[in-house]
Every structure is written in C-alpha cells, then in structure tokens.
C-alpha cells in the first residue's frame, strides 16, 4: 500500500521560505511516476504547484514558478517542496502527491498525502 | 492555462437520489481528466480517472463521462458517505488545474 506523509513547520513568517518533505513508503520514487505538490487554502480549492521525476526534472506552475523549488532525495526516498518570499496568501493546507501515468493517457494524482496545514504569520 | 468550470459549486440532495455534476474545460483535453471526492479535514481521493475509468474499490454508483470538453459525473442512489465536495482535474497540460469545486449537501 503506498502512503505519503508530509512534515514540516506548520508556522513561517512572512517572507520567510516554507520548507516541507514527503515521505514515500510502498513505492520507490525513482518509479515511473511524477510526484507533486497541490495546496488549498482554507476553505477554498485545489491548486496545483508543482511535480519532479526521479531524473530531477520538474515542472512548476507559472504563478509560483520564481518562488517554487521542488527537489528529489532518492537516499531518503522523499522529495521536498521550498516556496519562498511567503505571505498570507500561501496559507493553506499543502498536499503531497503521487502522479500516476494512465495507459490511454493522463495522468492522476493517487494516492495523496494526508496534509499539513502551513500558517504564514506576519 | 486550462480552466475548468464546475457547476453548480452546490447542490442539496437527499439520500437514495440521482445527481449530476458537470465540468467544461476551456479547451480540449480529450479524455485526459480526473474526478476527485472530499471530505472535511481530508485529503482528496480519486474516484474516476481518464474521464470514465473507475478507480479500484470505488462504488459503482459512480460513473464518469464525457470527452474533449465537457464532462460529467453521476452519483446514483446517494449514500450518506457520499456527501462531501467533488473536484474535476485536467491533466492534458501543466499547469494542472481543477474545477472550483461542487459541495454536496444533505
């Protein structure tokens, strides 16, 4: 059964760098699959931040492209997620996620992470 | 980007009730969409995948359609698990993104 579990500091402040990681287990993260970040701020929706394969390659969402860093740590069988210059707006829950190819094409995301909430405090 | 438009973003049904919530994408995506439930306080679960496929251990009363742009997914006899927030996703390019959201009530 594979599970993600994320962790990290659940308070940054304002124009600090919020620093999370994923733990993978059940899974190799050097397997066929992409591995991303979604958040959602409280009460509202999903948005996606980011995916990287094993290789290092990644892709990231243009509204957070300059501030986004998303890294692999094969030894550790986790990947990490670095937004920087955060304020109140990247308050919210951030999800870490397994991307998962479909034969006929797409993608998933499943399973995901159970989420940690990341307050951005001034 | 994609955008994704989910409607209604509310919906009020009772158990044992037939819904249909929809999704329109703002450009083609053939079948490269996802369905999502969630429930308070959890992390979103996939329900549908490639707009019609059923995820494993998912309830049949659950089905999924539409191709290119507009897409559905029907709930039939409601369950009281069942109600909870659905998300469409497109995953024919980055950005990934999702629908709005469609909250189902009791």
């Known amino acids: 059964q594979v599970q993600l579990q994320e962790s990290g500091p659940g308070l940054v402040k304002a124009s600090g760098t919020l620093s999370l990681n994923c733990d993978v287990s059940?899974?190799?993260?050097?397997?066929?699959?992409?591995w991303s970040w979604v958040r959602q701020p409280p009460g509202k929706g999903l948005e996606w931040i980011g995916e990287?394969?094993?290789?290092?390659?990644?892709n990231y969402s243009p509204s957070l492209n300059s501030r986004v860093t998303i890294s692999v740590d094969k030894s550790k069988n986790h990947f990490s997620l670095n937004l920087s210059s955060v304020t109140a707006a990247d308050t919210a829950v951030y999800y870490c996620?397994?991307?998962?190819?479909?034969?006929?094409?797409?993608?998933?995301?499943?399973?995901w992470g159970q989420g940690t909430l990341v307050t951005v405090s001034s | 980007d994609i955008q994704m438009t989910q409607s209604p973003s509310s919906l009020s049904a009772s158990v044992g009730d037939r819904v249909t919530i929809t999704c329109r994408a703002s450009?083609?995506?053939?079948?490269?969409f996802n369905w999502y439930q969630q429930k308070p306080g959890k992390a979103p679960k996939l329900l549908i995948y490639a707009a019609s496929r059923l995820q494993s251990r998912v309830p049949s009363r659950f089905t999924g359609s539409g191709s290119g742009t507009d897409f559905t997914l029907t709930i039939s006899g409601l369950q009281p698990e069942d109600f909870a927030t659905y998300y469409c996703?497109?995953?024919?390019?980055?950005?990934?993104?999702f629908g709005q959201g469609t909250k189902l009530e009791i």
């Open positions: 450009q083609t995506i053939n079948n490269y």
């Open positions: 996703q497109q995953s024919y390019s980055t950005p990934y993104t």
């Open positions: 990287i394969y094993h290789s290092g390659s990644t």
């Open positions: 996620a397994r991307g998962k190819g479909i034969s006929m094409g797409g993608y998933c995301f499943d399973p």
């Open positions: 059940g899974d190799s993260i050097s397997s066929s699959n992409w």
